[in-house]
């Protein structure tokens, strides 16, 4: 628009008079103005290369995405500038004009100014002049990528929970028919046959120990697609320090032999939540279970909320040994553990109560220094609800 409105200006200015040249001047200006607000307003990042890869034109986005100030690096060769981009080979024309020729589009990792994947797009900038330039279009695409990331980690996890749910419900199958046989040699072995009441009341014992052991497993199993298969919800206005103060209650004994001071600081009024109790008592206590778990020679386990006007923030802190920084990001995959005896599911139900009712969950440690759970819980205020995607 302005290109083609310059040039028949340029045609005619010796016949124009100093009136009509200003007004004209003028109104390219403004047309100039208006396509620099569109360029600094829209989100893609916008890039102009010269024929030797030199930094033409930059937009607010693309200095955000690329990291660096305009009106600094003009005129400076972007080859050199962000080597890691490999600039040469993404305009596919290194440093001959000429060879501007062909259109191409990637995806790149970004570690600067911030972790993002960026869509990268570059095609010939014809301009009715010898030297032919580039336009470069930078697109953040880093939610779409989680989204995928998510959609796919959501796939494998329904998985393999269909497929764990499937191998405990046919080990269910014959830990009842053990069951039942148990039953029988018992009934047997006290009226069927004639034994001496010592080798009876031996053999008695071994079988309530077997007994004893399948009902064990049968629960172990029962817990485990109960964790697999939640049920359902069931909301209704409750105080969350009163049910954090139920969770501790059925650990106190066991904080006080492990030496662990808890601490409980909260403001003086809490609004009530849409709380399933049960289930949030359960996430409490696998957090504070935990916790003291990461304290084995004593510590100080810390519960802190806060109010604001769009959650109520529980924070679960302890000071035992923390977690490596590259366990971190697969604290809440199922079947991770980095106990002895854990199997993984935990945290994985934890986050899918909190998820549930519309909360978050963030976790922070430090090695050695300890851990903080933060669990933000919607107000019950709020008409609308997050739900995972």
């Known amino acids: 628009m302005a290109s083609g409105f310059f040039d028949r200006l340029v045609s005619r200015v010796d016949k124009l008079d100093s009136g009509s040249l200003q007004a004209q001047i003028q109104r390219l200006a403004n047309e100039r103005g208006f396509l620099e607000t569109i360029f600094q307003t829209i989100q893609e990042g916008l890039l102009v290369l010269d024929g030797s890869g030199c930094l033409v034109f930059a937009n607010q986005a693309a200095e955000q995405i690329v990291g660096f100030r305009f009106a600094e690096q003009r005129g400076h060769s972007m080859f050199r500038l962000l080597k890691e981009w490999d600039w040469e080979h993404l305009v596919n024309g290194k440093h001959d004009p000429s060879g501007w020729t062909s259109l191409v589009t990637r995806e790149i990792e970004v570690m600067y100014p911030e972790h993002r994947f960026v869509s990268v797009y570059a095609a010939p900038l014809s301009r009715d002049t010898s030297e032919e330039n580039i336009l470069v279009i930078l697109r953040d695409v880093t939610s779409e990528r989680l989204r995928e990331n998510s959609a796919l980690e959501t796939e494998r996890t329904n998985a393999i929970c269909q497929l764990a749910a499937g191998v405990a419900h046919e080990i269910g199958n014959p830990l009842n028919a053990l069951n039942i046989h148990l039953q029988v040699l018992a009934r047997d072995l006290r009226e069927e046959y004639a034994l001496d009441e010592d080798v009876r009341n031996h053999y008695d014992g071994l079988v309530q120990v077997a007994r004893s052991e399948v009902v064990r497993l049968d629960t172990i199993i029962r817990q485990f697609l109960g964790a697999l298969r939640p049920s359902r919800l069931v909301l209704r206005p409750e105080h969350p320090e009163e049910v954090v103060k139920d969770s501790l209650k059925v ?110 969950i963030e976790v922070s440690s430090k090695p050695e220094a300890g851990t903080c759970f933060k669990i933000r819980l919607p107000l019950q205020e709020r008409r609308i609800r997050r739900l995972n995607a």
Request: charged letters at 25%; zero cysteines; aromatic letters at 6%.
């Open 251 to 360: 650990l106190q004994t066991e904080l006080g032999n492990r030496r662990i001071a808890v601490s409980l600081d909260a403001p003086a009024r809490i609004p009530k939540l849409m709380l399933d109790r049960q289930q949030m008592q359960q996430v409490f206590f696998n957090l504070m279970k935990n916790a003291m778990e990461a304290m084995p020679d004593g510590g100080r386990l810390r519960i802190l909320f806060e109010v604001d006007d769009t959650f109520v923030t529980i924070s679960i802190v302890d000071n035992g040994k923390g977690i490596p920084p590259e366990e971190l990001g697969r604290l809440f995959e199922p079947y991770h553990t980095t106990k002895a005896d854990g199997n993984g599911l935990g945290l994985m139900v934890v986050k899918r109560i909190v998820s549930g009712h519309g909360g978050e």
